[in-house]
Nanobody
């Protein structure tokens, strides 16, 4: 079974930065796609960024130029670097890897 553990969320002022990590453990297998999603109160979960086959990356329009997704295969870890954060980025952020969801980490952007 695969376990995912997210970390790095917290409270930050507008314009600030946070870096999220998602570490996978357990019975891992080769995958092509992985990503970060978020869900704000009263809204549906939405894709933030993903890495697909060949290492290509996709981003939601709302985060392009501000967020960067990356992976370290040797550490079974996926990252999300978030810069120039805005109050509308406030949400619970979830990683998705190996067909599994993490439990989520809260990101709050507020002054």
């Amino acid at each position: 079974q695969v376990q995912l553990v997210e970390s790095g969320g917290g409270l930050v002022q507008p314009g600030g930065s946070l870096s999220l990590s998602c570490v996978a453990s357990g019975r891992l297998f080769s995958i092509n796609a992985m990503g970060w999603y978020r869900q704000a109160p009263g809204k549906q979960r939405e894709l933030v960024a993903q890495i697909v086959g060949g290492g290509l990356t996709n981003y939601a329009d709302s985060v392009k130029g501000r967020f960067t997704i990356s992976r370290d295969n040797a550490k079974n870890t996926m990252y999300l670097q978030m810069n120039s954060l805005k109050p509308e980025d406030t949400a619970v952020y979830y990683c998705f890897m190996y067909g599994r969801w993490g439990r989520g980490t809260q990101v709050t952007v507020s002054s």
